[in-house]
């Protein structure tokens, strides 16, 4: 069985031709072409990254508070994690848009 980060591949090797795989994905479990797969794994990814990103910019801010730092320092914390954030969030939508696009120019 797969864990619940992973996707069930199906490897094919025929003598005579190159290997291939299958990668499955969703419940209906439908084979995604190699551009699809690439997709999914920057998205999973990408959702791993956000979360370890909003943990360590969540730290900053209990840690700014421990330190009774003054509010100056906490607001401008709090408005660099936005940054952050919004930053990333606009070179993943631009990622997405490119891998979309290569989806479209593929089909």
Do not use: W
Request: glycine share 2%.
């Amino acid at each position: 069985m797969t864990k619940d980060n992973e996707n069930p591949v199906l490897h094919v090797n025929q003598s005579g031709h190159a290997p291939r795989a299958v990668v499955f994905v969703e419940k209906n479990q439908r084979p995604l072409t190699p551009a699809e797969a690439k997709r999914a794994r920057f998205i999973k990814n990408l959702k791993n990254n956000y979360a370890r990103l909003n943990e360590a910019l969540a730290f900053f801010e209990y840690f700014a508070s421990i330190c009774e730092l003054s509010l100056e320092r906490k607001e401008s914390i709090r408005k660099a994690n936005k940054d952050a954030i919004d930053e990333l969030s606009k070179k993943l939508e631009e990622k997405l848009t490119e891998y979309d696009k290569r989806l479209k120019e593929g089909a």
